[in-house]
């Protein structure tokens, strides 16, 4: 419930109406995300994974966390899990400073 609050404040932040985001678990295929399904099925312009590592995802490229890339026209931001980015403030930082970004803040 925490980690629900705490993603209910992220996306209040930014702007974003509960009404425009779309919060999807997923289940890793063999260990991984399969990034380039959920853009072809949802065709979503903005993607933020908490709680993903960078070689989870099923890219040709190697992307970091708290570092945005492009993707398809699809901005993705991988970000630590919530429960461990609400425990750390360094974190929350790096966080909201991509979020600032990303969307324009």
Not at 56 to 73: A, D, G, H, K, R
Not at 74 to 84: F, G, H, R, V, Y
């Amino acid at each position: 419930e925490t980690e629900n609050s705490f993603l209910a404040s992220i996306l209040k932040a930014v702007g974003l109406p509960g009404n425009r985001v779309q919060v999807m678990p997923f289940v890793l295929q063999n260990a991984k995300l399969p990034i380039a399904t959920l853009l072809r099925n949802f065709g979503v312009k903005k993607i933020i994974t908490f709680g993903f590592q960078p070689d989870e995802l099923m890219v040709n490229i190697t992307p970091q966390l708290y570092l945005p890339f492009e993707l398809s026209q699809t901005q993705i931001l991988l970000a630590d899990a919530l429960n461990s980015i609400e425990k750390d403030k360094s974190k929350k930082q790096l966080l909201w400073q991509q979020l600032k970004q990303m969307f324009g803040i």
